[in-house]
Protein backbone atom coordinates (compact mmCIF):
# COMPACT_ATOMS: atom_id res chain seq x y z
CA UNK A 1 0.00 0.00 0.00
CA UNK A 2 3.19 2.27 -0.01
CA UNK A 3 5.82 2.67 -2.48
CA UNK A 4 8.61 4.01 -2.14
CA UNK A 5 10.92 5.35 -4.96
CA UNK A 6 13.64 7.62 -6.34
CA UNK A 7 17.00 6.27 -4.88
CA UNK A 8 20.22 6.27 -6.46
CA UNK A 9 23.60 7.54 -6.47
CA UNK A 10 24.51 11.06 -5.91
CA UNK A 11 27.65 13.22 -5.14
CA UNK A 12 27.98 14.76 -2.09
CA UNK A 13 26.32 18.04 -2.28
CA UNK A 14 23.27 16.90 -5.02
CA UNK A 15 19.68 16.54 -4.57
CA UNK A 16 17.37 13.63 -5.21
CA UNK A 17 13.46 13.25 -4.57
CA UNK A 18 12.05 10.50 -3.14
CA UNK A 19 7.90 9.09 -3.96
CA UNK A 20 5.96 7.30 -2.01
CA UNK A 21 2.92 6.06 -3.68
CA UNK A 22 -0.08 5.74 -0.96
CA UNK A 23 -2.65 3.47 -2.11
CA UNK A 24 -5.74 1.49 -0.89
CA UNK A 25 -6.42 3.30 2.17
CA UNK A 26 -6.32 6.93 3.40
CA UNK A 27 -3.68 8.36 5.75
CA UNK A 28 -3.47 11.04 7.94
CA UNK A 29 -0.10 11.15 8.90
CA UNK A 30 3.23 10.23 6.44
CA UNK A 31 6.83 9.62 7.73
CA UNK A 32 10.42 9.51 6.48
CA UNK A 33 12.74 7.47 8.23
CA UNK A 34 16.36 5.81 7.28
CA UNK A 35 18.79 3.53 8.25
CA UNK A 36 22.30 2.82 7.06
CA UNK A 37 24.16 -0.08 7.89
CA UNK A 38 24.65 -1.45 11.22
CA UNK A 39 22.53 1.49 12.67
CA UNK A 40 19.05 1.77 14.02
CA UNK A 41 16.18 3.28 12.02
CA UNK A 42 15.69 6.73 12.68
CA UNK A 43 13.27 9.35 11.97
CA UNK A 44 13.93 12.07 8.87
CA UNK A 45 10.85 13.80 8.82
CA UNK A 46 6.79 13.68 9.52
CA UNK A 47 3.58 15.02 7.78
CA UNK A 48 0.20 15.21 9.43
CA UNK A 49 -2.41 16.25 6.88
CA UNK A 50 -3.74 17.92 10.02
CA UNK A 51 -3.15 21.05 10.55
CA UNK A 52 -0.11 20.48 7.75
CA UNK A 53 2.05 19.87 10.50
CA UNK A 54 5.68 19.01 9.72
CA UNK A 55 8.67 17.39 11.84
CA UNK A 56 11.88 17.04 11.29
CA UNK A 57 15.02 16.05 12.38
CA UNK A 58 17.71 18.38 13.10
CA UNK A 59 20.03 16.62 10.95
CA UNK A 60 18.09 17.41 8.15
CA UNK A 61 16.35 20.67 8.74
CA UNK A 62 16.99 23.16 5.55
CA UNK A 63 18.04 20.55 3.76
CA UNK A 64 15.30 18.56 3.33
CA UNK A 65 11.39 19.48 2.68
CA UNK A 66 8.71 16.90 2.45
CA UNK A 67 5.67 17.83 0.05
CA UNK A 68 2.40 16.08 -0.70
CA UNK A 69 0.23 15.71 -3.70
CA UNK A 70 -3.58 14.99 -2.30
CA UNK A 71 -4.63 14.18 -5.87
CA UNK A 72 -2.03 11.56 -6.53
CA UNK A 73 -1.85 10.22 -2.81
CA UNK A 74 2.00 11.11 -2.95
CA UNK A 75 4.26 12.05 -0.29
CA UNK A 76 7.90 13.38 -1.70
CA UNK A 77 10.66 13.69 -0.19
CA UNK A 78 13.14 16.57 -1.57
CA UNK A 79 16.69 16.22 -0.35
CA UNK A 80 19.11 18.71 -1.25
CA UNK A 81 22.66 19.46 0.01
CA UNK A 82 23.38 15.91 0.79
CA UNK A 83 26.53 14.29 2.95
CA UNK A 84 27.70 10.87 2.61
CA UNK A 85 26.02 10.38 6.35
CA UNK A 86 23.28 10.62 4.55
CA UNK A 87 23.83 7.30 2.69
CA UNK A 88 21.07 5.06 3.81
CA UNK A 89 17.83 2.77 2.70
CA UNK A 90 15.04 5.41 3.09
CA UNK A 91 11.71 3.85 4.48
CA UNK A 92 7.83 5.81 3.66
CA UNK A 93 5.71 4.80 6.92
CA UNK A 94 2.05 6.01 7.49
CA UNK A 95 -1.34 5.69 9.50
CA UNK A 96 -4.56 6.24 9.17
CA UNK A 97 -4.23 8.36 12.07
CA UNK A 98 -3.49 12.00 13.15
CA UNK A 99 -0.12 11.12 14.79
CA UNK A 100 0.24 13.54 17.85
CA UNK A 101 4.10 15.80 17.82
CA UNK A 102 5.54 13.63 20.27
CA UNK A 103 4.27 9.99 18.35
CA UNK A 104 5.31 11.74 14.77
CA UNK A 105 9.30 10.63 15.26
CA UNK A 106 8.49 7.48 16.49
CA UNK A 107 8.76 4.57 14.18
CA UNK A 108 6.63 2.16 16.19
CA UNK A 109 3.70 4.54 16.02
CA UNK A 110 3.28 4.07 11.73
CA UNK A 111 1.28 1.01 10.95
CA UNK A 112 2.44 0.81 6.95
CA UNK A 113 5.29 1.24 6.01
CA UNK A 114 7.03 0.90 2.21
CA UNK A 115 10.04 -1.36 1.25
CA UNK A 116 12.51 0.68 1.37
CA UNK A 117 14.98 2.74 -1.56
CA UNK A 118 18.69 3.15 -1.39
CA UNK A 119 20.34 6.26 -1.05
CA UNK A 120 23.92 6.56 -1.60
CA UNK A 121 25.94 9.73 -1.58
CA UNK A 122 29.80 9.63 -2.65
CA UNK A 123 32.29 12.20 -0.74
Known amino acids: QLQASGGGLVQAGGSLRLSCAAS??????YGWFRQAPGKEREFVVG????????KYADSVKGRFTISRDSANSRVYLQMNSLKPEDTAVYYC????????????????????WGQGTQVTVSS
Open 47 to 54: FRWSGSTT
Open 93 to 112: AADSRSLIWSSMAQNNAYAF
Open 24 to 29: GRTFST
